[in-house]
């Protein structure tokens, strides 16, 4: 039997293609997944702000090569991770769910496909100063403006 499925083809897209910019977020699921040539960690992190975007979840990649591991240590200190089992080069899986930070998040397309890329992270105790950053940023540009 057919059904038709109103705007089923408008949503083709991942909502991840949509997000780009600063979130405050809590981490809901990590996974190792073991690779021969990239072994990475998958994150699944649910936006707790901007207030419009509260809900919606971001999944990405923390690269385990030795290339990308700076990347890793950056997250898990900025998340807030036990510094102990970090000091044992140790990451525990479910210690990483309800950690709450800041990220950058940005997209990149390759051969016409869409990545999302986590760029930075923060403390979440910085996502105030962070969040109100561009509006001072652009105000300042305005009032040069005026000048």
């Known amino acids: 039997m057919k059904r038709q499925i109103p705007g089923l083809h ?8 949509d997000l780009e910019g600063l979130f405050l977020v809590r981490v809901e699921r990590a ?16 936006i707790l702000e901007p207030k419009e975007q509260a809900g919606q979840a971001i999944t990405g990649r923390l ?6 591991l700076w ?4 997250f898990l200190r900025d998340f807030g991770y ?3 089992l ?3 080069d140790e990451v ?11 990220v950058r998040v940005s997209h990149t397309k390759l051969n016409g496909r869409s990545f999302l890329n986590l760029e930075s992270f923060a403390p979440a105790a910085e996502w105030e100063e962070l969040s109100v950053a ?6 300042d540009q305005e009032a040069r403006r005026d000048l």
């Open 134 to 139: 561009p509006i001072s940023a652009r105000e």
């Open 31 to 46: 996974f190792y997944r073991w690779h021969p040539q990239k072994p990475f960690f998958a994150v699944r992190l649910a």
């Open 82 to 84: 036990d510094p102990d």
């Open 92 to 102: 525990d899986d479910r210690a990483l769910v309800g950690l709450r930070g800041v």
């Open 63 to 68: 690269y385990c090569t030795p290339k990308a």
């Open 71 to 74: 990347k890793l240590n950056w």
């Open 10 to 17: 408008q949503q083709a897209q991942s909502q991840d293609d």
């Open 86 to 88: 970090l000091g044992r």
